[in-house]
């Protein structure tokens, strides 16, 4: 099942929803809407602004990788810096089993659920992103 999420620009909701609708339509403000082209899926350009450029990226979250590393790191004196090395290796499982997900580059449309992904999009490229950013 693939589904779609996006930052809503008018109410700042994520919405996340199938691809099988045509519209999608944020779920909160209904203030944003687009249609769902199948050239999305061949990540050939993205339906809600047009962009051409994808990048893919683990599915995981940062914010969870930074409170493992501090959790590992105030129990450092104690363990004997096992603690740390424990840390790592629950990190590299993590990066292991999650999932990737696309990018849109411009609006940052995030798809999930493919099996296998497209060889051509490529991992996030930070001069890619800085010439979006300035749009
Ligand atoms: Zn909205
Ligand atoms: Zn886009």
Not at 55 to 80: A, E, H, M, W
């Given at each position: 099942?693939?589904?779609?999420?996006?930052?809503?620009?008018?109410?700042?909701?994520?919405?996340?929803?199938?691809?099988?609708?045509?519209?999608?339509?944020?779920?909160?403000?209904?203030?944003?809407?687009?249609?769902?082209?199948?050239?999305?899926?061949?990540?050939?350009?993205?339906?809600?602004?047009?962009?051409?450029?994808?990048?893919?990226?683990?599915?995981?979250?940062?914010?969870?990788?930074?409170?493992?590393?501090?959790?590992?790191?105030?129990?450092?004196?104690?363990?004997?810096?096992?603690?740390?090395?424990?840390?790592l290796i629950i990190d590299m499982l993590l990066h292991k089993y999650i999932d990737e997900v696309i990018v849109c580059?411009?609006?940052?449309?995030?798809?999930?659920?493919?099996?296998?992904?497209?060889?051509?999009?490529?991992?996030?490229?930070?001069?890619?992103?800085?010439?979006?950013?300035?749009?």
């Open positions: 099942m693939i589904r779609v999420s996006k930052n809503c620009n008018n109410c700042k909701n994520v919405y996340t929803a199938k691809i099988q609708q045509n519209i999608i339509k944020c779920d909160k403000c209904q203030g944003e809407s687009f249609f769902f082209n199948s050239k999305n899926l061949n990540f050939e350009q993205c339906s809600f602004c047009n962009c051409r450029e994808f990048y893919k990226r683990k599915d995981f979250n940062q914010n969870l990788g930074c409170f493992l590393v501090v959790i590992g790191s105030i129990l450092l004196p104690f363990t004997y810096g096992i603690s740390l090395v424990v840390v580059y411009k609006c940052k449309m995030e798809f999930r659920g493919f099996k296998n992904l497209e060889k051509s999009i490529k991992l996030f490229d930070h001069h890619t992103a800085e010439l979006y950013d300035k749009n």
